[in-house]
């Protein structure tokens, strides 16, 4: 628990709005402060991208 008396998590994203987005709304829905954290995927990760 943090000093404000709630729990907190990190939510990971890559950066794309959407999924931003549902993850920090998942934090939010579960009662957490989110510290978002945001990710820059390299070779060979990127590689399998759905985009």
């Known amino acids: ?3 404000s008396g709630s729990a907190r998590c ?3 994203s ?3 709005a959407g ?3 549902q993850a920090a709304a998942l934090a939010q829905a579960m009662g957490l402060d989110a510290i978002v954290v945001t ?3 390299r ?3 990127d ?3 759905p985009r």
Do not use: E, K
Request: aromatic content about 20%; glycine content about 10%; cysteine-free.
């Open 43 to 45: 070779a060979p990760w």
């Open 14 to 16: 890559d950066g794309i």
């Open 19 to 21: 999924n931003r987005r």
């Open 1 to 3: 628990m943090s000093a």
């Open 39 to 41: 990710i820059g995927l």
């Open 10 to 12: 990190w939510v990971v």
């Open 47 to 49: 590689w399998f991208a």
